[in-house]
């Protein structure tokens, strides 16, 4: 490699440092503060980084944060890729397994919760492309996790008529609701409750859906 090539190597490589401090830096604030109340001088400041390096990797703070996003579904799929695909442990175990995986960066993270969660209820209701961009990545997750609670079904670990999209669907909602509360109350109870409920349901060979729907029935008198 020449000296030009290897000068050309190192400003590419402190360009993409450049950025992915910011984006670091961009995933901590947007979980503590949100959307709104991030600024961008305020990013600038904690990454002392200069304005036009921020406006060289972005168009303006939507894109920015569209970008964490994206670098936050990232890890989620890193997350889920350890998780769901060990093929020595059972089908239902690694899928409880990835989100034990996740309670442990939310106490890391002094119980933030869920970005996409956040964002989800800061944001749906007032941007068509962040509610796109939200429920897009709660679709990815849950596919993932249908795919392995299919394999779940297939070994008989469920029942063999689960419809397993739907026990994916349901499992991410209660987590998110689990993490907002976790967040409010600093501390893992209700995520540690809801994977006991959900999973204790599922290896009792009874949908969790099921058992939601007859505690909202009319009761008889």
Not at 9 to 24: C, E, F, G, N, Y
Not at 55 to 84: C, I, N, R
Not at 207 to 215: E, G, L
Request: hydrophobic content about 40%; some cysteine.
């Amino acid at each position: 490699m020449s000296i030009k090539e290897t000068q050309d190597a190192a400003a590419v490589a402190s360009i993409h440092a450049t950025k992915q401090r910011l984006i670091d830096a961009g995933l901590r604030m947007l979980l503590k503060h949100g959307y709104n109340d991030l600024g961008i001088q305020a990013l600038l400041a904690e990454t002392r980084i200069p304005k036009g390096s921020f406006y060289h990797h972005f168009k303006d703070k939507e894109d920015f944060a569209l970008q964490v996003v994206d670098t936050y579904m990232a890890q989620v799929h890193a997350g889920l890729d350890v998780s769901l695909l060990d093929p020595k442990r059972p089908p239902l175990t690694r899928v409880r397994d990835f989100f034990e995986m996740i309670q442990i960066s939310y106490r890391e993270e002094g119980y933030m919760g869920c970005l996409l969660g956040g964002l989800g209820q800061e944001l749906s209701g007032v941007s068509v492309l962040f509610r796109a961009k939200i429920a897009e990545c709660f679709a990815a997750i849950a596919e993932r996790v249908s795919g392995c609670l299919e394999e779940a079904r297939k070994q008989g670990e469920i029942p063999c008529d689960s419809n397993v999209q739907e026990m994916a669907n349901l499992l991410v909602d209660c987590w998110e609701g689990a993490a907002l509360r976790s967040r409010l109350h600093k501390n893992p109870t209700s995520l540690e409750a809801m994977l006991n409920f959900y999973f204790d349901a599922v290896t009792a060979n009874r949908n969790p859906q099921d058992i939601i729907k007859a505690d909202k029935a009319p009761k008889a008198r």
